[in-house]
Nanobody, 124 residues
Framework: QERLVESGGGLVQAGGSLRLSCVDSGRTESPNYMGWFRQAPGKERDFVATIAWNAVNKYYTDSVIDRFTISRDNTKNTMYLQMNSLKPEDTGVYYC?????????????????WGQGTQVTVSS
């Protein structure tokens, strides 16, 4: 059973917004870093954003800077991704991941837990 559960995906027109959530429903290992990756059809799972345990240190892939905001609430074991000004190229399955430690997680192989994914579709 997946411990990380994503929600908030859907169909939206270009220019619209969505807010994704990722809840850790299991026994949270702390400290941890978390992140969002996305996978378009026929492509690999690519890095989108990551946030450190302190909720201050963050890093984004260039294509989402100034449009997406990653955040987390450790009291709720929940991470968020606010996505604004969405573009068709943002379409894909969005996965949340979690890894141990105080660092940021930019690489897929750093993560030890993954959610099942939530579909985001942006129409033009």
């Amino acid at each position: 059973q997946e411990r990380l559960v994503e929600s908030g995906g859907g169909l939206v027109q270009a220019g619209g917004s969505l807010r994704l959530s990722c809840v850790d429903s299991g026994r949270t290992e702390s400290p941890n870093y978390m992140g969002w990756f996305r996978q378009a059809p026929g492509k690999e799972r690519d890095f989108v954003a990551t946030i450190a345990w302190n909720a201050v240190n963050k890093y984004y892939t260039d294509s989402v800077i100034d449009r997406f905001t990653i955040s987390r609430d450790n009291t709720k074991n929940t991470m968020y991704l606010q996505m604004n000004s969405l573009k068709p190229e943002d379409t894909g399955v969005y996965y949340c991941g979690q890894g141990p430690g105080y660092a940021l997680g930019l690489r897929r192989d750093q993560y030890t837990n993954w959610g099942q994914g939530t579909q985001v579709t942006v129409s033009s």
